[in-house]
């Protein structure tokens, strides 16, 4: 009788080729999936970034277009105001614009408002801008009319500058009163003009 051969498969090798390449695929993949998500990332930022850049440009836009918004309400306005422009002008060609005059003392000031060569009042105190309000209102000026106003003073005379800065205050408030009140500064002391609008 002929005797079989035993035969022995030893798979050891194979399993250690199989886990050798297990090993490399998951360490590639990871390394992929790494790479993957850095990309991602700088995607996502980019992303960022172009949408800071048209938020930007966007509120540029709408800066812009209320500008243009603002500069044709002016242009229309002005337009309205012609008449009342040209009025304002030959006002003041003829003397009878509104005038102030600032007198200051060392411990007092007064303020000589007039019309022309009218005199609407003599103010003094804390309470200027009320008093000059109360002033114009009886003078007959409206909060759509176009005044032009000289405020002379002497910067020099004592007392002056805290008198000035007072009815400066004054005429600012009353610019919310009277859009359309444009001022004309003259310091005597100087002998020369200043004209703020």
């Known amino acids: 009788m002929k005797r079989m051969r035993e035969i022995i498969l030893d798979f050891t090798p194979l ?3 199989t886990l050798i390449i297990l090993f490399y695929f998951i360490l590639f993949s990871h390394m992929g999936a790494a790479e993957a ?6 995607a ?3 992303a960022h970034i172009a949408q800071s850049a048209a938020a930007e440009e966007i509120q540029q836009a709408a800066e812009m277009q209320q500008q243009a918004a603002q500069q044709l309400a002016a242009l229309a306005e002005a337009e309205g105001n012609q008449a009342a422009v ?3 002008l030959t006002q003041f060609a003829n003397g009878e614009n509104l005038k102030l005059r ?3 003392q060392a411990k007092s000031w007064k303020l000589l408002v007039m019309q022309g060569t009218e005199t609407l009042g003599e103010l003094s105190g804390e309470h200027t801008e009320k008093a000059l309000s109360a002033l114009m209102h009886d003078a007959g000026f409206q909060a759509e009319q176009v ?3 000289e405020f002379v003073y002497t910067a020099t005379e004592a007392g002056s500058n805290q008198a000035y800065h007072a ?3 004054a005429l600012e408030a009353i610019r919310a009163e009277y859009p359309h009140l ?3 500064e003259t310091d005597l002391s100087l002998g020369k003009d200043e004209k703020h609008g």
């Open 15 to 17: 399993l250690d080729i």
């Open 37 to 42: 998500q850095q990309r991602a990332e700088q």
């Open 44 to 46: 996502e930022q980019q």
């Open 86 to 88: 040209a009025e304002a």
């Open 102 to 104: 600032l007198y200051s």
């Open 147 to 149: 005044i032009l106003c």
């Open 167 to 169: 009815v400066d205050a």
């Open 182 to 184: 444009y001022i004309s």
